[in-house]
């Protein structure tokens, strides 16, 4: 049974930092394309990062100098190191594992992708 489980989120003040991590289990993660993605509230879900089975990384344009992914294969572990965080980025944050790489942009995993159940992210101003 595949497990997917986030933590690290709460609230933070604008320019503050948070790191999400998540650990997964029930497949082999070494094998899967590993990812962050986030909604926030009353829009559209969106991948933030995603990190390759070679340590590739990639992340949306609003994001980038700001946030980190990275994996621990050995824990089966996923992290997201965020920044000088600011109120455009709260949201909730899923961490999602794909057989399959992601395009960039995408919404939504494969039919051999797994979710974590989120975790919220609250920055305020």
């Known amino acids: 049974q595949v497990h997917i489980v986030e933590s690290g989120g709460g609230s933070v003040q604008a320019g503050g930092s948070l790191r999400l991590s998540c650990v997964a289990s029930g497949f082999r993660y070494d094998r899967y394309y590993m990812a962050w993605f986030r909604q926030p509230p009353g829009k559209e879900r969106e991948v933030v990062a995603t990190?390759?089975?070679?340590?590739?990384?990639d992340y949306v344009d609003s994001v980038k100098g700001r946030f980190t992914i990275s994996r621990d294969n050995p824990k089966n572990a996923l992290y997201l190191q965020m920044n000088s965080l600011n109120p455009e980025d709260t949201a909730d944050y899923y961490c999602?594992?794909?057989?399959?790489?992601?395009?960039?942009?995408?919404?939504?995993?494969?039919?051999?992708?797994?979710w974590g159940q989120g975790t919220q992210v609250t920055v305020s101003s």
């Open positions: 999602t594992a794909d057989l399959l790489p992601l395009a960039r942009g995408a919404q939504s995993l494969s039919a051999f992708g797994y």
């Open positions: 990190i390759d089975r070679d340590g590739t990384t």
